[in-house]
């Protein structure tokens, strides 16, 4: 079983569409994270959930909204994509309180936007 | 904020070479510190950690010892193979803004040749 899924695994569209990405993690894990990983491998945080609420926000535009329905789930949507948000985004998950064990990570999510 | 730094690669080694790739670190506390690595085409999976000075983390013949005197936390392996090449990230745990999360450096690319 992966504890951490996400889907889809590619993701090609058009400038101005609007579209979601979907993270679950079988874990029992408290806290999920969504990190954009760019064209030079560099991994930036964008948003943190611990138990459904919205922790961590990095300066992420607007047109990014993160959900979580419960706390094994957090998705992410984006509205009118653009050029450079072409990246792969990687979904993880983490005990709550308990960092010294990591993050386990889903297998990423390539967004190509054209 | 906390910050990591690694060595720029990539780091080209033939096989059974011993490797080196430096992670310095700052932060304020006493971070957790990990090093991941990525496969082509997969996302990032913990290698090894270690949670306090003078810990020392190993896994699959790889080893770094956390240096809290010179803040670092260096990778090395005694003799690679060609199924090491990846990109391996650094990361400690920040903990410094009361919210959780890990902060990673910016990846070094490992090629090894046969």
């Known amino acids: 079983d992966t504890a951490v899924s996400q889907t889809p695994k590619y993701l090609v569209t058009q400038m101005g569409n609007d579209k979601s990405i979907k993270c679950e993690q079988n874990?029992?894990?408290?806290?999920m994270y969504w990190y954009k990983q760019d064209s030079k491998k560099f991994l930036k945080i964008m948003f943190s959930y611990n138990n459904k609420e919205l922790i961590i926000n990095e300066t992420v535009p607007n047109r990014f909204s993160p959900k979580s329905p419960d706390k094994a789930h957090l998705n992410l949507h984006i509205n009118s994509l653009e050029l450079g948000d072409s990246a792969v985004y990687f979904c993880?998950?983490?005990?709550?309180?308990?960092?010294?064990?990591?993050?386990?990570f889903g297998s990423g999510t390539r967004l190509t936007v054209v | 904020g906390d910050s990591v730094t690694q060595m720029e690669g990539p780091v080209t080694l033939s096989e059974e070479a011993f490797l080196t790739i430096n992670c310095t670190y700052t932060?304020?506390?006493?971070?957790?510190l990990f090093w991941y690595v990525q496969y082509p085409g997969e996302g990032l999976q913990l290698l090894l950690k270690a949670t306090k000075a003078d810990d020392k983390g190993s896994n699959k013949g790889f080893e770094a010892t956390y240096r809290k005197e010179t803040t670092s936390f260096h990778l090395e392996k005694g003799s690679v193979q060609v199924s090491d090449s990846a990109v391996y990230f650094c990361?400690?745990?920040?903990?410094?803004?009361?919210?959780?999360?890990?902060?990673f450096g910016t990846g070094t690319r490992l090629l090894v040749s046969p």
């Open positions: 993880a998950s983490s005990p709550l309180g308990q960092l010294a064990y990591g993050y386990t």
């Open positions: 932060a304020t506390g006493y971070p957790s």
């Open positions: 874990l029992g894990h408290d806290t």
């Open positions: 990361a400690l745990s920040d903990q410094g803004t009361g919210f959780q999360k890990l902060v």
